[in-house]
């Protein structure tokens, strides 16, 4: 992605950077000139602490869509700096190892994971979501045929634990698997750890996601 070492100042107050095609080897070093950017989507092949301190940098970003195109080591930690814009955080990687911090993302209100079918550590899930205090919708995007493999199943199930625990205070965030609502998300009783119940959901259309999308683009 060469491009954009010939990119001109007069390019610098972009508030959109859009990459669908090809990758970057990390996150580009110019986003810390890029201060007004309120939409990245980007794929990158590495993902590293500096990478997320470019991302956080970022004061106005309002939507990111992240690509990894790579299978992580470690967990991605999403801490308490920055992001502090940030509300809408979109993921695609082929493990999802993701954790969230007390405090992160406070204005965060939909995430989305879209993750494949690989082997996996067990402990390689995502945890923290039940710290995003404004989450209002969490979506899960893989393929179908592989609802049964392992990792696909302990990813799934992780996420509904978090969602379950979201759901022990005030703040209900639906869960969508692959476009449907799932209705059999239950509170989690943390003294007992037994269910208390949850509000049944209704069927959604992939569609609402990419225009939800579209229109944070837009804001």
Same mark, same amino acid.
């Given at each position: 992605?060469d491009?954009l070492?010939?990119?001109?100042?007069s390019?610098?107050?972009l508030?959109?950077f859009?990459v669908?095609?090809g990758?970057f080897?990390c996150?580009?070093?110019l986003f810390?000139?890029?201060?007004?950017?309120?939409?990245?989507?980007?794929t990158?092949c590495k993902?590293?602490?500096?990478d +997320?301190?470019i991302?956080?940098?970022?004061?106005?970003l309002k939507? $990111?869509?992240l690509?990894?195109?790579f299978? #992580? *080591?470690?967990a991605?930690?999403i801490n308490n700096?920055?992001?502090r814009? +940030?509300?809408?955080?979109s993921i695609?990687?082929p493990v999802p190892? $993701?954790?969230?911090d007390?405090?992160a993302? #406070? *204005?965060?209100?939909y995430?989305q994971?879209e993750?494949?079918a690989?082997p996996?550590?067990?402990?390689?899930v995502?945890?923290?979501?039940s710290? $995003?205090c404004?989450?209002?919708?969490?979506?899960?995007?893989y393929n179908?045929?592989y609802?049964?493999?392992?990792s696909?199943?302990r990813?799934v199930e992780?996420?509904?634990?978090e969602?379950?625990?979201?759901?022990n205070t005030?703040?209900?965030?639906s869960?969508?698997?692959?476009?449907?609502?799932?209705d059999d998300?239950e509170?989690?009783?943390e003294?007992?750890?037994s269910?208390?119940?949850?509000?049944?959901g209704?069927c959604?259309?992939?569609?609402d996601?990419v225009?939800?999308?579209?229109e944070?683009?837009?804001a």
């Amino acid at each position: 992605m060469d491009f954009l070492d010939s990119l001109s100042r007069s390019y610098w107050v972009l508030k959109k950077f859009k990459v669908t095609l090809g990758r970057f080897a990390c996150v580009p070093q110019l986003f810390h000139e890029f201060t007004g950017l309120s939409f990245v989507q980007i794929t990158v092949c590495k993902l590293d602490a500096h990478d +997320l301190k470019i991302l956080r940098g970022l004061g106005v970003l309002k939507c $990111l869509v992240l690509g990894l195109d790579f299978i #992580p *080591k470690q967990a991605i930690v999403i801490n308490n700096e920055g992001f502090r814009a +940030l509300q809408r955080f979109s993921i695609y990687c082929p493990v999802p190892w $993701l954790t969230v911090d007390t405090e992160a993302m #406070p *204005k965060l209100t939909y995430l989305q994971l879209e993750f494949h079918a690989c082997p996996t550590n067990p402990v390689s899930v995502p945890m923290g979501i039940s710290n $995003l205090c404004n989450l209002a919708k969490v979506a899960l995007w893989y393929n179908v045929r592989y609802a049964n493999n392992s990792s696909i199943k302990r990813t799934v199930e992780a996420v509904k634990e978090e969602a379950a625990k979201c759901r022990n205070t005030m703040q209900m965030p639906s869960l969508f698997i692959n476009g449907i609502e799932q209705d059999d998300v239950e509170a989690v009783d943390e003294e007992t750890g037994s269910a208390t119940g949850a509000p049944s959901g209704t069927c959604a259309r992939a569609e609402d996601d990419v225009q939800d999308v579209k229109e944070t683009a837009k804001a």
